[in-house]
């Protein structure tokens, strides 16, 4: 006999009906006693076990409380809901979706947009957020601006409002502040609805300062041509007018979009800033370094003049520049003049040593969209780098084709949540083209 008696036989108050005996036992010091006590109770279906199984779901176990989300599953009533919508948003995702599994079997439908992100949520259905388009960005928003809510969450929830693509999301999105505001240039990204708000917003922190210049940078470069407009002021503007470092960031942004698109109009821009004579001469490799003063504009501006001036033979050169920023672009660019040896040439940077150049060569993967393309980009899906993961996963989402959604079904398993936030929404998009052919 042990210091706190004899260990109950579960097994003999199941068999004799002892209900009590079971409810006792529920709080017993031993974990397996208290989850057989609980799986016990489940098979009996007793009414008055519910109130002790319901105080059982703050047990310290998740073994137990998974267990006794089982029992209650056998008997239902208000309160028996109530609490499992409570379990929505519990911690352990496995419980949270177990009580979502039993509140679909009961019927039950979330009565309000908190709910259904709740349960979304614990089903791990992130697609289905999206699908539900405005409904949700309230919610959604709320989540990104929440201190308790972790980081790797927020990123998830940011990919998601991504794939939102309504004036109402662009609205909501352009009102964080602060740290919530890399979250939402991050959302801004590829929007075709309310473009104007995006633009204005995205234009506004390139005139900030640190790594949201260079966030706000990427995401103007996604809308396209619609941000040439606003691009075009700034990289024309003057060192009065414009800061050095907003103008650079600017021309970045300006410059994937022509590698992107090719659109004549941003060339033309790029060839009505004003260069002084002495650099505007210069050949690429004469261009090895940025010195920090104004100076630096006008060899960026020389260097990407370089990049385009008689492509395709010029951009397969600044592939081979000592530059990274021309690399990239130049790997980029490439995915407009197609054959044998480019497509070599975007492939290999996947494997190259600078992740900037891996992710301008999804990019390109992503706009050429064939077989060749997504059997390149899935060579990478198991990649040590999440945040490369999750680029693949995005690019994989612009091929539909089996050998994407073979890889990025496999990729909703990552044990990352924003890889497999990120496959689950390329997967839904595929659908969708598939469904628009």
Request: with cysteine; glycine share 8%.
């Given at each position: 006999?042990?210091?706190?008696?004899?260990?109950?036989?579960?097994?003999?108050?199941?068999?004799?009906?002892?209900?009590?005996?079971?409810?006792?036992?529920?709080?017993?010091?031993?974990?397996?006693?208290?989850?057989?006590?609980?799986?016990?109770?489940?098979?009996?279906?007793?009414?008055?076990?519910?109130?002790?199984?319901?105080?059982?779901?703050?047990?310290?176990?998740?073994?137990?409380?998974?267990?006794?989300?089982?029992?209650?599953?056998?008997?239902?009533?208000?309160?028996?809901?109530?609490?499992?919508?409570?379990?929505?948003?519990?911690?352990?995702?496995?419980?949270?979706?177990?009580?979502?599994?039993?509140?679909?079997?009961?019927?039950?439908?979330?009565?309000?947009?908190?709910?259904?992100?709740?349960?979304?949520?614990?089903?791990?259905?992130?697609?289905?957020?999206?699908?539900?388009?405005?409904?949700?960005?309230?919610?959604?928003?709320?989540?990104?601006?929440?201190?308790?809510?972790?980081?790797?969450?927020?990123?998830?929830?940011?990919?998601?409002?991504?794939?939102?693509?309504?004036?109402?999301?662009?609205?909501?999105?352009?009102?964080?502040?602060?740290?919530?505001?890399?979250?939402?240039?991050?959302?801004?990204?590829?929007?075709?609805?309310?473009?104007?708000?995006?633009?204005?917003?995205?234009?506004?922190?390139?005139?900030?300062?640190?790594?949201?210049?260079?966030?706000?940078?990427?995401?103007?470069?996604?809308?396209?041509?619609?941000?040439?407009?606003?691009?075009?002021?700034?990289?024309?503007?003057?060192?009065?007018?414009?800061?050095?470092?907003?103008?650079?960031?600017?021309?970045?942004?300006?410059?994937?979009?022509?590698?992107?698109?090719?659109?004549?109009?941003?060339?033309?821009?790029?060839?009505?800033?004003?260069?002084?004579?002495?650099?505007?001469?210069?050949?690429?490799?004469?261009?090895?370094?940025f010195p920090d003063e104004e100076h630096s504009y006008h060899l960026w501006t020389v260097m990407f003049r370089r990049i385009f001036e008689n492509p395709p033979e010029s951009?397969?050169?600044?592939?081979?520049?000592?530059?990274?920023?021309?690399?990239?672009?130049?790997?980029?660019?490439?995915?407009?003049?197609?054959?044998?040896?480019?497509?070599?040439?975007?492939?290999?940077?996947?494997?190259?040593?600078?992740?900037?150049?891996?992710?301008?060569?999804?990019?390109?993967l992503a706009k050429i969209g064939s077989e060749e393309a997504a059997q390149a980009l899935s060579a990478l899906s198991g990649h040590e780098d999440s945040d490369i993961r999750?680029?693949?996963?995005?690019?994989?989402?612009?091929?539909?084709?089996?050998?994407?959604?073979?890889?990025?079904?496999?990729?909703?398993?990552?044990?990352?949540?924003?890889?497999?936030?990120?496959?689950?929404?390329?997967?839904?998009?595929?659908?969708?083209?598939?469904?628009?052919?």
């Open positions: 006999m042990g210091l706190f008696g004899k260990e109950p036989d579960v097994r003999q108050m199941q068999d004799s009906g002892d209900i009590d005996g079971l409810i006792k036992a529920l709080k017993h010091h031993k974990e397996q006693v208290r989850r057989q006590a609980a799986e016990a109770l489940g098979r009996l279906k007793g009414a008055r076990s519910i109130d002790p199984l319901l105080e059982a779901l703050n047990d310290r176990s998740d073994e137990v409380r998974g267990e006794v989300l089982g029992a209650l599953g056998g008997m239902w009533n208000d309160r028996i809901c109530q609490s499992l919508i409570l379990i929505l948003s519990d911690k352990n995702a496995v419980l949270a979706k177990k009580a979502a599994a039993l509140l679909e079997e009961k019927g039950w439908k979330p009565h309000n947009s908190e709910e259904m992100l709740c349960f979304l949520t614990a089903k791990d259905n992130w697609a289905g957020m999206a699908a539900q388009g405005d409904y949700l960005v309230e919610p959604l928003i709320k989540r990104l601006t929440d201190p308790k809510v972790d980081a790797v969450v927020k990123w998830a929830v940011a990919i998601t409002l991504s794939y939102i693509d309504t004036p109402f999301a662009v609205q909501s999105l352009t009102k964080l502040t602060g740290d919530n505001a890399g979250y939402a240039l991050f959302a801004l990204e590829n929007k075709t609805a309310g473009i104007d708000a995006a633009s204005k917003y995205l234009i506004n922190l390139l005139r900030g300062s640190g790594q949201l210049q260079a966030s706000a940078s990427r995401a103007l470069s996604t809308l396209g041509t619609a941000a040439l407009g606003q691009l075009a002021k700034i990289v024309l503007a003057g060192p009065k007018n414009e800061s050095r470092y907003t103008r650079i960031w600017a021309l970045r942004a300006l410059v994937i979009i022509l590698a992107q698109t090719g659109d004549v109009g941003a060339k033309d821009v790029l060839y009505r800033i004003p260069i002084p004579p002495k650099v505007q001469n210069l050949r690429m490799d004469q261009i090895t370094y951009l397969v050169a600044a592939t081979k520049s000592g530059l990274v920023s021309a690399r990239g672009i130049g790997v980029l660019a490439l995915s407009r003049y197609l054959d044998t040896s480019t497509m070599q040439i975007i492939n290999s940077g996947l494997k190259d040593s600078n992740t900037e150049i891996i992710y301008a060569s999804c990019l390109a999750a680029s693949v996963a995005k690019a994989l989402g612009s091929c539909a084709n089996s050998t994407a959604i073979k890889t990025l079904s496999a990729m909703t398993g990552d044990s990352v949540l924003p890889v497999r936030v990120q496959a689950m929404h390329s997967l839904a998009r595929i659908t969708n083209l598939r469904i628009r052919r």
